[in-house]
């Protein structure tokens, strides 16, 4: 099992160059992942990764854009659908800036500056209450979720840049968005 997972790590490795050519990387493709303990889902970036509770894997509708990647509560999400609301039950996006405008922002928790990326990373909160509030069990689920956002925030990590890390950590058939 080993020796199959060197042989895998060294292929991609040989591969990156290749890859990196043929497709450029955003800061926001991303691997979803699982910790071997299965406490967390983990979002591997090119820069950051993101460790969000286990309980999130089926709670949460994820949306890459140029921008960044915005997760939410499904939900409200789904239910504000239903109502012809678009995209209720916002729970944070993650951001990269140049710059350090984004402390300017009335919600936001840092994660750190990629020196590779030469990007300041962090998650935009909502400014709004979010969460489906004609339903008691789908705003307490989304209530737990948004406390839980200063802990993901915490534990976020800062990767080398086109580097997608697997230490003690096992990929799903998920694969890159």
């Known amino acids: ?7 895998l790590v060294v292929l991609l490795i040989a591969a990156l160059p290749a890859m990196a050519e043929a497709a450029e990387f ?4 991303y691997h979803v992942m699982y910790s071997a303990n299965g406490k967390f889902v983990v979002y591997d970036f090119p820069d950051v990764r993101l460790y969000l509770p286990a309980e999130w894997e089926d709670a949460i509708t994820v ?7 915005a997760f939410f509560q499904t939900a409200s999400y789904d239910k504000f659908l ?3 609301l678009p ?37 935009s909160l ?25 802990q993901i925030a915490e534990t976020a990590k800062i990767a080398r ?17």
């Open 26 to 29: 955003t800061p926001y493709d």
């Open 82 to 84: 239903q109502d012809g």
């Open 126 to 150: 909502p400014s709004d209450y979010e969460a489906y509030v004609y339903d008691a069990d789908i705003r307490a689920e989304y209530d737990e979720m948004s406390r839980q956002i200063g």
């Open 161 to 177: 840049s086109m580097h997608f890390y697997t230490e003690g950590i096992e990929s799903t058939d998920a694969g890159m968005s």
């Open 1 to 7: 099992m080993k020796r199959l997972i060197v042989l």
């Open 63 to 69: 949306e890459q854009t140029d921008t960044g990647v």
């Open 87 to 123: 995209e209720g039950g916002f729970l944070f996006k993650l951001r990269a800036s140049e710059d350090e405008r984004f402390r300017e922002l009335p919600e936001y928790e840092y994660i750190g500056f990629s020196e590779s990326a030469n990007l300041h990373f962090y998650l």
